[in-house]
C-alpha cells in the first residue's frame, strides 16, 4: 500500500488516506473513504485541487471489502450486515434473537493480524436492528493471502455466532409451596411476569401445586401436554439437590438431569433437566426478585429452543458473579 498526491479530478473512486477539513477545521471527508463524482464536485467548491489518496499493491485488499468479506463468514440466523465508516461491518439484528458465540473460534479469528472483531456476551438477548458484533480492518488494506486463509478457516469452522430468533415462545410455570402454591403465584408472577416481559416473552400456561413428589408430577405432566417451549418452577424453599422432592418430581416424569448448581450469584442452586426437547428449569431465590440473576442468563437460549447443557452452565462462572 502506498500513499500519493493526486489532482483531484482524478481522484473518482480512489480512497482517501488522510482526513480532509474546510477552512476553519470542520470535518469535510473521512479518511478512508472512497471518493465519489460528487465527492469531487464538493472538494472543487472548497478549493482543493490535490488530495492523498491510498494505492493498492498487487496482493492487498481494501479495508471495506475485507470486512466484508469476513462479515459475511461470520455469523448465521437473523442478523444483516451493514458497512460502516472507518473500515468497519456491523451485524444486525433483524428481530428479536439470542446470540449464541463460539468464544474458542473467537478467539482463534481475533489472533490474526487482519481484522479484530467485537461481539456481545455469549447468550444475549438482543431487540430488532441491535448490533451483535463488529468487524475492524487494519487501515486501507490488508493482505489478500491473510483474509483468505482467515475466511476458509471460517468456512471449515464457523459460523462465529448465531443470531436465534425468539418468536412466539410458550411458556409454562408451575408455582409451588410446602403448603399452598396459591401463596407462590402471588408472590412470585408479577416478577415472573416482568423477566418474561424483558425477553418478549409471556407466562402462556400457569398451575400451582404443594410441594409433594406426586402432586408435582402430575403438574408437571399436565404442563407437558401443552407442548410449552419452557417450564419454569417458581417454588418458595431451596431444594437441597436432585434427590429433593422438586428433583425427584422431575425424575418421576423422565427427565434427564441436566445440571444442578451454577456457578452464578445469585442464582448458584439452579437446577435444569430436560424432559425429550422440553427443558424444565428450577431455580430457587431468582423468581423473588426482578434484578439480574441467572435466569436472565439461561432463559435467552433456551426461548429459541437452543439446548444449554451442562457444559455451558459450567461456563458461566466467567462473569457469573451478577451482584
Known amino acids: 500500500m502506498t500513499a500519493q ?16 477539513y474546510r477552512v476553519g477545521g470542520r470535518k469535510l471527508l473521512a479518511k478512508g473513504h472512497l471518493v465519489s463524482e ?19 499493491e498487487d496482493g492487498e485488499v481494501g479495508e471495506d471489502e475485507a470486512v466484508m468479506t469476513v462479515a459475511s463468514e461470520l455469523g448465521c440466523g437473523s442478523l444483516q450486515i451493514c458497512l460502516a465508516a472507518g473500515g468497519r461491518a456491523n451485524l444486525m439484528t433483524t428481530q428479536p434473537a439470542c446470540i449464541l458465540i463460539d468464544d474458542q473460534l473467537l478467539k482463534e479469528v481475533n489472533c490474526t493480524a487482519s481484522v479484530a472483531i467485537a461481539t456481545v456476551s455469549n447468550f444475549s438477548y438482543l431487540g430488532t436492528n441491535q448490533r451483535i458484533a463488529t468487524v475492524k480492518s487494519a487501515p486501507f488494506a490488508v493482505s489478500k493471502d491473510q483474509l483468505d486463509i482467515l475466511v476458509s478457516n471460517l468456512k471449515e469452522k464457523g459460523p462465529v455466532l448465531q443470531a436465534r430468533p425468539i418468536a ?38 400457569a398451575l400451582t401445586c404443594t410441594e409433594d413428589e406426586e402432586v408435582m408430577a402430575q403438574s408437571l405432566q399436565h404442563l407437558l401436554r401443552a407442548k410449552p417451549t419452557v417450564i419454569l418452577i417458581a417454588s418458595t424453599t431451596a ?31 439452579l437446577l435444569l433437566g430436560y424432559k425429550d426437547d422440553v427443558p424444565v428449569v428450577s431455580a430457587p431465590g431468582c423468581f423473588r426478585s426482578a434484578k439480574l440473576n441467572v435466569m436472565d442468563l439461561v432463559l435467552p437460549p433456551l426461548l429459541p429452543r437452543y439446548r444449554v447443557s451442562a457444559w455451558e452452565i459450567a461456563c458461566l462462572g466467567h462473569g457469573g458473579l451478577l451482584a
Open 38 to 56: 460528487e465527492d469531487v464536485r464538493l472538494l472543487e467548491g472548497e478549493g482543493i485541487a490535490e488530495v492523498w489518496v491510498t494505492h493498492l
Open 168 to 205: 412466539n415462545p410458550t411458556v409454562a410455570v408451575l408455582y409451588s409451596d410446602p403448603v399452598d402454591g396459591d401463596r407462590a403465584r402471588h408472590l412470585f408472577e408479577g416478577t415472573v411476569r416482568q423477566r418474561l416481559e424483558r425477553l418478549g416473552a409471556s407466562a402462556t400456561y
Open 5 to 20: 498526491t493526486v489532482n483531484v479530478k482524478g481522484s473518482t473512486g480512489q480512497v482517501l488516506s488522510c482526513t480532509i
Open 239 to 269: 431444594p437441597a439437590g436432585p434427590a429433593d422432592v422438586i428433583g425427584r418430581s422431575m425424575v418421576r416424569i423422565g427427565c434427564n438431569l441436566e445440571r444442578f448448581l451454577a456457578p452464578v450469584e445469585p442464582g448458584n442452586l
